[in-house]
């Protein structure tokens, strides 16, 4: 149960926020002075601190400045002004309350405190997950480069930093995304993916922001944009390097003001979301290219996080193959296994595609296979960035569905990455995207 230490010399407040704090599932305990604060705290440290600024042998902040790790701590005081504001957001207070006390303000404090005792035994569970079986929530992976992406992970979800996420194509970049998500304070509110190279150029502002009716040909209606329907959620801009310049204006706009205005609006929406974005260029090259503004990449970069190719973390191809077959073994309520050289024709392999790749192979093999996955099954050629040569249609095979075979497999030999697929296929990325949202997803 969740701990509060309240200290001031008003008797009655003491009691009263105490029977507050008791009523959200908290176990409290009081103090009048910092001498018999600090005897408290000797016992243990609190989730929850509540400190008046004034108290008879000196100042709350001056018990701030002895403290190694303060916790979430509430500054309380009857005399309020800027500079004592000031001064306890630079000692690191959450939350600044005068007196008479707003207990509806106390009972959202409260929550948040209840919702990071629950992501740090989230998060904690999940590390212990790790040790025994290389997971991680969702992500795969015991190697050295993915503990220290669990590690990041791990200090970036309870906060509400904005994250960059760099990565080749079919790293996961949005199971990272996702992951952080639901290890966040948002978890229980939206996470909205928004890939910016599928969209058209000319549709990406009202898909954002919103459009009014009556903005532009065709809008017959009011329609709410991604950072309107993430509203107090997580927004996962994904290829943010296919944005628009001018619309990375107004992005920057957006993430400095939390407002947003529809297209063809006149007042502005404030919202309230996390923004997190990827890309598989390198962010200065993308700058140095005319891809992505400078001040957008300093404001998206507050929090880095770097994802490693699956050859440079080849010990974990075991285990992702496994947690793949496992997943279609149970599916289908089969059985079926590597055999000994199909495993080591895995390891070899380069993955050019990376994990979305290896996950591809997997599935074919599947497929193909009896009870045992052999060489012959896995489709795999000498030249990696080559795809597969050939695909066999049966006579009186329906166009869509022929199109939807070529499409996948084209996919599927360029280890998942649709701008190859798209380039090869003389399609439009966004055609691709549309497509594949057709068929649905893929184990």
């Given at each position: 149960m969740p701990h509060a230490l309240i200290v001031d010399d008003?008797?009655?407040?003491?009691?009263?926020?105490?029977?507050?704090?008791?009523?959200?599932?908290?176990?409290?305990?009081?103090?009048?002075?910092?001498?018999?604060?600090?005897?408290?705290?000797?016992?243990?440290?609190?989730?929850?601190?509540?400190?008046?600024?004034?108290?008879?042998?000196?100042?709350?902040?001056?018990?701030?400045?002895?403290?190694?790790?303060?916790?979430?701590?509430?500054?309380?005081?009857?005399?309020?002004?800027?500079?004592?504001?000031?001064?306890?957001?630079?000692?690191?207070?959450?939350?600044?309350?005068?007196?008479?006390?707003?207990?509806?303000?106390?009972?959202?404090?409260?929550?948040?405190?209840?919702?990071?005792?629950?992501?740090?035994?989230?998060?904690?569970?999940?590390?212990?997950?790790?040790?025994?079986?290389?997971?991680?929530?969702?992500?795969?992976?015991?190697?050295?480069?993915?503990?220290?992406?669990?590690?990041?992970?791990?200090?970036?979800?309870?906060?509400?930093?904005?994250?960059?996420?760099?990565?080749?194509?079919?790293?996961?970049?949005?199971?990272?995304?996702?992951?952080?998500?639901?290890?966040?304070?948002?978890?229980?509110?939206?996470?909205?993916?928004?890939?910016?190279?599928?969209?058209?150029?000319?549709?990406?502002?009202?898909?954002?922001?919103?459009?009014?009716?009556?903005?532009?040909?065709?809008?017959?209606?009011?329609?709410?944009?991604?950072?309107?329907?993430?509203?107090?959620?997580?927004?996962?801009?994904?290829?943010?390097?296919?944005?628009?310049?001018?619309?990375?204006?107004?992005?920057?706009?957006?993430?400095?003001?939390?407002?947003?205005?529809?297209?063809?609006?006149?007042?502005?929406?404030?919202?309230?979301?996390?923004?997190?974005?990827?890309?598989?260029?390198?962010?200065d090259q993308a700058v140095a290219d005319g891809k992505l503004?400078?001040?957008?990449?300093?404001?998206?970069?507050?929090?880095?996080?770097?994802?490693?190719?699956?050859?440079?973390?080849?010990?974990?191809?075991?285990?992702?193959?496994?947690?793949?077959?496992?997943?279609?073994?149970?599916?289908?309520?089969?059985?079926?296994?590597?055999?000994?050289?199909?495993?080591?024709?895995?390891?070899?392999?380069?993955?050019?595609?990376?994990?979305?790749?290896?996950?591809?192979?997997?599935?074919?093999?599947?497929?193909?296979?009896?009870?045992?996955?052999?060489?012959?099954?896995?489709?795999?050629?000498?030249?990696?960035?080559?795809?597969?040569?050939?695909?066999?249609?049966?006579?009186?095979?329906?166009?869509?569905?022929?199109?939807?075979?070529?499409?996948?497999?084209?996919?599927?030999?360029?280890?998942?990455?649709?701008?190859?697929?798209?380039?090869?296929?003389?399609?439009?990325?966004?055609?691709?995207?549309?497509?594949?949202?057709?068929?649905?997803?893929?184990?």
């Amino acid at each position: 149960m969740p701990h509060a230490l309240i200290v001031d010399d008003d008797m009655s407040f003491q009691l009263g926020l105490a029977e507050a704090v008791r009523l959200e599932g908290f176990t409290a305990v009081t103090a009048g002075t910092l001498a018999q604060a600090r005897a408290e705290l000797e016992k243990g440290a609190p989730d929850v601190l509540f400190i008046d600024l004034n108290l008879p042998d000196g100042s709350g902040l001056d018990l701030l400045e002895e403290m190694e790790a303060i916790p979430e701590t509430v500054l309380i005081t009857g005399q309020a002004s800027m500079e004592t504001a000031v001064q306890a957001l630079r000692r690191g207070v959450a939350d600044y309350l005068t007196k008479p006390v707003d207990f509806a303000r106390v009972k959202m404090v409260l929550a948040g405190v209840s919702r990071t005792r629950e992501l740090k035994e989230e998060i904690g569970g999940l590390r212990g997950e790790l040790r025994k079986l290389g997971r991680f929530g969702p992500l795969i992976g015991a190697a050295p480069s993915m503990q220290k992406v669990y590690d990041l992970i791990g200090r970036v979800a309870k906060t509400d930093a904005t994250i960059l996420i760099t990565g080749d194509t079919g790293t996961g970049k949005e199971v990272v995304a996702q992951t952080i998500h639901q290890l966040s304070r948002r978890s229980r509110e939206p996470f909205l993916p928004l890939n910016c190279g599928a969209v058209s150029p000319n549709l990406i502002e009202s898909e954002l922001f919103g459009h009014e009716r009556g903005s532009f040909t065709g809008a017959d209606r009011i329609h709410k944009g991604y950072f309107e329907r993430a509203n107090r959620g997580t927004l996962f801009l994904d290829e943010i390097t296919e944005m628009p310049l001018e619309l990375q204006v107004k992005l920057l706009r957006v993430l400095e003001t939390s407002e947003v205005m529809r297209l063809g609006g006149t007042e502005s929406i404030k919202v309230n979301v996390r923004v997190i974005a990827a890309t598989n260029r390198k962010p200065d090259q993308a700058v140095a290219d005319g891809k992505l503004r400078e001040d957008l990449l300093y404001r998206l970069n507050v929090f880095p996080i770097q994802l490693p190719m699956l050859w440079d973390r080849r010990e974990d191809i075991d285990l992702l193959a496994d947690h793949f077959l496992a997943l279609l073994n149970k599916q289908e309520g089969t059985a079926k296994q590597y055999s000994k050289a199909a495993r080591e024709r895995l390891r070899a392999h380069r993955w050019p595609g990376n994990v979305r790749e290896l996950r591809n192979v997997v599935q074919r093999a599947f497929i193909l296979a009896e009870d045992e996955i052999g060489v012959d099954a896995l489709p795999l050629g000498q030249k990696e960035e080559a795809p597969s040569s050939s695909l066999v249609l049966k006579v009186g095979v329906s166009v869509p569905e022929a199109e939807r075979r070529l499409i996948l497999a084209t996919l599927e030999g360029f280890g998942g990455d649709k701008k190859k697929t798209a380039e090869v296929l003389k399609i439009s990325i966004k055609k691709l995207y549309n497509r594949l949202r057709e068929y649905g997803p893929t184990p």
